[in-house]
């Protein structure tokens, strides 16, 4: 039986842009619909079948940020955002609106797809209610709420489980301090990043090879932090 | 005839301007002072010569002794004036009439001759201190307008090297404000002025009438610098609560003074200087501007060369031919390089906007230097990268991504300068409140003279200038940023060069410390 391809929407207003994701999805099996502006981006949202969505924040009719909350009102479709601007407060504002992640113009096609990729992971085992999350050499078990590195149990306190817990839901794509913040301490410490910095260090020291430079559990600095695992590091 | 009334008149005792010598404060005037200073000193000295007199008189019978008398007379004129000098003159008369000329003891003189004396004295008292006066008026003259020039002098050193308005503005609010002793508010009449130059409402409002007239209330005096050049704006000078008359003179000082200034900006050309220093200011905009669009117009067509390079690296067809390939990585390489030289355009002209705002939070310092490293990854290759984080350190309170430029900038600088096959060491280690980061390399290191100029914006290594390419920013961008952060940054000869960043460190509060136990 011949499975339908993932299809990818592309909403950006430059055209070569918009080649070169098409060639580079295309390349990888996706099926690309393109759109020039919000507006058609949104209307092809709802017209088409769209697995992802590839979304630029500068476009000629609105904002980025409102076509993310458009969006958001009534799909669960994960987006990726184009940004060019190297506001962290502006990136962190997009992935609290429900951005699944994002990449930092100019990318390499292989950012965007890692990106890309483990958005569409995260929607499919959701839905399949698997309950494993594996990053290079570390599973983490969300049923029996327990963690292994290599085969081996890794001891972890409850706040480290659930710190780690928070990370593995969006295995791949990154999650914002306060979105951790907000998951492990609650509403009241949202803004008390320097918690996050003590406990991913322990949970480093517990799961990482070398602490100092970690391959598992990365920072995206100024933004929050990521688990993945790129065995090429 | 006698000369009774004539010695009353002139006693000490009771000095002629007593009346007005109070004034409504209590305290003594300064002529009065001074009047009672030079009875206090030339009344002994006719005390005095009346003494010599008396024993020379003792010795040898002379005539016309009296005309020792001029004396003090004199020395009274020359120090004190005409008044002192004509009541001594009187002394001397009266002390002769007294105690030499018959009837000895008495007032009274038997020669009528003899009373030429007084108007005698009474000349050469008058005569004297007119032209010591006028000497004296003469040096006093001489030395206010050395300072007048000295202070100008000043002034128009200010304006020559005044760069824009605002220095020029500056420089005639401090030139007016020392010429008066008052505190001088200027501000050029579309504006309002800054905070600190706090002026009450009813002064800004007289002071935005045109013609301009003085507020009421007194206090504060309102002058436009020039009559014919409206653009110089208005000076306020708050010449305080001073009564009646005193407010007057010091009102009439006010004005010769701003009418000498407003002469000065006028020969000098201060239209035209001002004129000249908003253009200057306009290019620099401009200039600033220009580079930031044009940054923005070239960084999207890098960002789609950059992302088609990357697609033609993963095709099939590609990945069987690896010259193509290598083309397509030349491609991307390059155009990597000029987006990092794009960034750094960008970041010079936030820094010389001055737009440079750090968002301070905890960060782990070992996360900005991965975060650095990580984006020179395709180019850490061939050298040996040893990074050595201590396990303990603590955190950091700084704007995370400026710090990480400001490294990435200085781990740049090292591979740049530094022979393939050497090792870069990164270290990073507590020291009291702080967390200093030490980036060493094996190159040939810099000149014992250039230490202090490595950081200048444009500055770059004499021997190097042959031999690398770049534009002389990266550590300046470096230390800017790290400032920004409230880190500072230096560099040492070691083997090659030791770049030292200190990231400050500060302890986390109690209430910072509570939600940390872990259950």
Known sequence: MNKPPVSVLVVDDEIQIRRFLRAGFELEGFAVHEAASAAEGIRL?????????????????????????????????????????????????????????????????????????????RQTSTAAGDPVVRVGPLTIDLADRKATIDNVRVQLTPKEFRLLQALAQHAGNVVTHQQLLKEVWGLPHEHDAHYLRIFVRKLRHKIERDPSRPRILRTELGVGYRLSYDPTD | MGLQGLSTLGSPRQPLPAASARLSDGRVAEPVKRFIYSMAVTLPLVALVTLCL????????????????????????????????????????????FFFYEPIYDFRVADPAQLLDLPLFVVVATVTSQLAARARSHAVLAQKREGEIRTLYAFSKRLAVATNADDIYSAIRDHVSSMTGCRVVHWASEETPGPDDAVPPSVRLAAMQIPTIDPPGGGWLLRPISAVHPEFGVLAIEIGKVAGSARQSVRQRIDAVLADASATLERLDIGRAIGEAKLRSEAETLREALIGSVSHDLRTPLASIIGSASVLLQAPALMNEPRLAGLAGVISEEAQRLNTDIQNLLDATRISAKSVSAHLAWTDAADIINAALDRHRNHLAPRQFITEIAPDLPLVRVDAMLTERALLQIIHNAIKFSPEQSTIRIQASPMREAVVIAISDEGKGFEFEEKDRIFDRFYRGSRHRGTTTGSGLGLWIARAFLAASGGRVDATRTDGTTVTVWLPAPPLSESETQGLSDE
């Open chain 2, 54 to 97: 008396v024993g020379v008189k003792l010795v040898v019978d002379l005539q016309h002794i009296s005309s020792a008398y001029l004396i003090p007379v004199m020395i009274a004129a020359v120090w004190f004036g005409m008044t002192p000098a004509i009541l001594v003159a009187v002394g001397g008369v009266a002390s002769s009439a």
């Open chain 1, 45 to 121: 949202a709802t017209l088409k079948t769209v697995n992802l969505v590839i979304l630029d924040l500068a476009l000629p009719d609105t904002d980025g940020a409102s076509v993310v909350e458009r969006l958001r009102s009534w799909s669960g479709v994960p987006i990726i955002v184009l940004s060019v601007r190297s506001s962290e407060d502006e990136k962190v504002r997009l992935l609290e609106l429900g951005a699944d992640d994002y990449v930092v113009k100019p990318f390499g096609m292989a950012e965007l797809l890692a990106r890309g990729r483990a958005a569409l992971r």
